[in-house]
């Protein structure tokens, strides 16, 4: 079964360049969320989206901004990168905004992609 | 706002044991969802076992079971017949139920190591 896609799987930037990380859902999702989880820490919410609509906002820093597309793939971009912004940045996704459909359809994970700020 | 507490940082079981792992909650919404995650050195975040707080009885997946006390705010997982490949990093999660946001909220999480 398809699972989502993240890319790249790993990426090094320095300090104060830009990176764009891509996130590929599940065919027919049409949810996806963005996480961050810094070295040694439990993974923290920074957005979400449905239907192309920025739907929540979690503690992303006003350097980053995310879209999604009409394809419902998403973009997360990081701006003036910090050495803090190292992290392994997850996308999961899923169908439906409503809890029960989330519940019923699933809430699957990519495999992240590990950013390094140097 | 809703936090998950994982008071074990590390945990160690002989293979072929059983090990729980613990975790409280805080909330003040009554229709919620409940998770473990696990996560291999792969990094990769994988459901072990879901609750519906809607739900009395408890969640069972295989090996993994939940206790699950709504009134005390705790979930904890039982692992049974410990093997080697459950070695990982897991995480509890809560998630509303009152489609304010399907967003995760973590634990810190709780390192479980697996001794042959």
């Known amino acids: 079964a398809a699972g989502v896609i993240q890319s790249p799987r790993h990426l090094i930037k320095e300090k104060r360049e830009t990176a764009t990380l891509k996130c590929y859902p599940i065919p027919r999702h049409d949810t996806v969320y963005w996480y961050q989880q810094g070295p040694g820490q439990d993974p923290q919410f920074l957005i979400s989206f449905y239907e192309k609509m920025q739907s929540d906002k979690g503690s992303i820093p006003d350097r980053f901004s995310a879209q999604q597309f009409s394809d419902y793939h998403s973009e997360l971009n990081m701006s003036s990168l910090e050495l803090g912004d190292s992290a392994l940045y997850f996308c999961?996704?899923?169908?439906?905004?409503?809890?029960?459909?989330?519940?019923?359809?699933?809430?699957?994970f990519g495999s992240g992609t590990r950013l390094t700020v140097v | 706002a809703q936090t998950v507490t994982q008071s074990q940082p590390e945990m160690s079981v002989q293979e072929a044991e059983t090990v729980t792992l613990s975790c409280t909650y805080d909330?003040?919404?009554?229709?919620?969802?409940l998770f473990w995650y696990k996560q291999p050195p792969s990094r990769q975040m994988i459901l072990v076992i879901r609750q519906e707080a809607y739900k009395q009885q408890n969640a069972t997946e295989n090996r993994f079971s939940v206790n699950f006390q709504k009134a005390a705010k705790s979930f904890s997982l039982k692992i049974s017949d410990s093997q080697l490949g459950d070695a990982a990093m897991y995480f509890c999660a809560y998630r509303s139920g009152s489609n304010a946001g399907n967003m995760l909220t973590f634990g810190g999480g709780t390192r479980l190591m697996v001794k042959p």
């Open positions: 909330t003040s919404e009554s229709d919620y969802y």
């Open positions: 999961a996704s899923s169908l439906g905004w409503d809890s029960q459909s989330t519940t019923n359809y699933g809430y699957t």
